[in-house]
Each structure stands twice: as structure tokens, then as C-alpha cells.
């Protein structure tokens, strides 16, 4: 087995991006039984934006390019990288899932029994992600897409410090429209909304009854969406909040010190929670 597999196998991702970097080519090595390095990335749940590239649709193209010659290659116990990877993520209850996921647990305990360097290899999850758990998923993205939706509608509507009442080409135009602020509540407010909305669309497309009943195939299209509407609402509330705070800023402008001192503080908690999640991301890439 090479240091690749080996690094693989126990789940340090850094060190296969150390060893990818300095030699691509050695990529193409399978063990004994034919598995090969995607085969063990596929076992691990830590592999994140790698996994993320390698196995979802619509991931990021890899930097690697030979990597993805791998993933129809069938290890010796018959199964693709990707299948294993879907296998193990997503629930399905017909006896050919319910087979076919023993086959791979059999091997992942095999595996987890071995040694290296006289070490054990490090504990092999086993995720899984249920239709129920989707579910529960997205009637939360609807509630938090919806309530986005209406304030920043309602945002719109309710103009700050009123519209021009006088007759003539200027009349029901904001006072305020000139100011940069004004502008930029406008913009963000309306990406928001945009936002919001078109998370309610996708989640829309697949309020299907008959979601229980699908196989892990239709689960992991279903899991894509909802990754996709996490991304899109995570960003209409940077959008709202960038929103508030400009509108906050055009309201309190008089008070110059109180309306920065607003425009700092909102941001901020944003600044702090992706600093958070980037310190947890390496913290886990260097496990």
C-alpha cells in the first residue's frame, strides 16, 4: 500500500493534498484489493471540499486532473468510488441498497481492523443522511427563505424619510436617493429578496410527497438542492443584514458617530461567525 492510500485511509486529508501536490501521478495505485485513493476518500466523512469536488454533482472541478480518471474504477469487491461514497451517505430501503451497503460495512470493518505501523487505522464513520432529516431541513429553509422574503419586501415598500409629494417630474421618488447609502440599501436589499426567493423556488421543486418512497438516487439530487439552498440563504442574510445596516445608517446619519458605530457592529457578526467556521474548517483538515 503507498503512503497515499495509507494517508487516505486514515483520513488525513492534508497530508493526500501534500502528497497530490508533489506527485499526481501516484494517484493511480490501488491496494490488494483494488481500491483505490478515491475509493478510501469516499470512506471518510472528514474529506470535505475534496469529497465535495470528487463526488457531488456540480462540485468544484479538482486540481488533480488525473483523479477523476478514478471514478468509475471498480475495486475488487465491485463498487465505484461514488457509489461507495452514496452508499454511505444516503438512506434507501430497498433490499438491493440494504445488499449492497452491507457488502461495503463488511469491508469497512475488515478495514478498520488492520493495522499501520503497528497502529490501528483510525475509527470509520458511517453517515448517513435520511429523507426525514431532509425533510426537517427544508421545511426549515422554507420558514427562514419565506420570513426573508417579506421583510425585505416589506423594506421595499416602506421607503426611509418618506417619497417626494410635489408635483412634477421628481414626485413619489425617495429623498434620499441620491445619498450612496440610500443606494446600497436598495441593492442589497433587492439581493436578498432575489435571494430568498429563488431558495424558495428550488425548495419548491421537490415538495413531493413521495419523498419518503425515493431510492438514494433521487436523495442525493434532493441533497444537492438542499446545500444549494443553504448556500443561496446564507447570502441573503449577509444581503439583509448589509441592507439594515445601510438603512440604519441613512436614518441615523445625523447622528454621524451612532450611524457607524450601527454599520460596524451588524457586519461584525458575520465577520466573527466566518472566522469561526475557516478556524473549525483547518482545525479539522490538520486532524
Known amino acids: 500500500m503507498t503512503p497515499l492510500l495509507v494517508a487516505a485511509r486514515q483520513g488525513n486529508v492534508g497530508t493526500v493534498k501534500k502528497i497530490l501536490s508533489k506527485c499526481p501521478d501516484c494517484c493511480e495505485k490501488v491496494d490488494k484489493r483494488g481500491l483505490n485513493l478515491l475509493h478510501y476518500l469516499a470512506f471518510r466523512d472528514r474529506s470535505f471540499k475534496l469529497s465535495h469536488s470528487l463526488f457531488m454533482p456540480g462540485g468544484t472541478k479538482t486540481e488533480y486532473g488525473s483523479i477523476r480518471n478514478l471514478r468509475k474504477l471498480k475495486g475488487a469487491f465491485g463498487f465505484t468510488p461514488e457509489q461507495v461514497y452514496d452508499l454511505l451517505r444516503y438512506e434507501g430501503h430497498n433490499k438491493k441498497y440494504l445488499r449492497e451497503k452491507m457488502q461495503i460495512e463488511k469491508l469497512l470493518k475488515i478495514i478498520a481492523s488492520e493495522e499501520v505501523a503497528e497502529l490501528q487505522v483510525s475509527h470509520i464513520p458511517l453517515p448517513t443522511v435520511s429523507a426525514k432529516s431532509l425533510e426537517k431541513t427544508r421545511d426549515a429553509h422554507l420558514v427562514v427563505a419565506a420570513l426573508i422574503a417579506t421583510i425585505t419586501f416589506a423594506a421595499a415598500i416602506t421607503v426611509p424619510s418618506g417619497l417626494n409629494s410635489e408635483k412634477g417630474s421628481e414626485q413619489g421618488t425617495p429623498f434620499l436617493i441620491d445619498e450612496a447609502a440610500f443606494k446600497a440599501f436598495v441593492v442589497t436589499n433587492a439581493m436578498a429578496f432575489i435571494l430568498s426567493v429563488s431558495a424558495l423556488s428550488i425548495h419548491f421543486e421537490i415538495l413531493d410527497p413521495l419523498l419518503p418512497k425515493l431510492e438514494f438516487w433521487g436523495i ?60 473549525a474548517f483547518v482545525k479539522r483538515l490538520l486532524q
Open 220 to 279: 442525493n439530487l434532493i441533497l444537492y438542492r438542499t446545500q444549494s439552498v443553504s448556500n443561496l440563504l446564507g447570502r441573503a442574510m449577509f444581503a439583509m443584514v448589509v441592507a439594515f445596516s445601510t438603512n440604519s445608517y441613512v436614518v441615523l446619519k445625523p447622528s454621524h458617530g451612532l450611524a457607524i458605530a450601527l454599520c460596524f457592529i451588524c457586519p461584525g457578526f458575520f465577520v466573527c461567525y466566518y472566522v469561526q467556521q475557516s478556524l
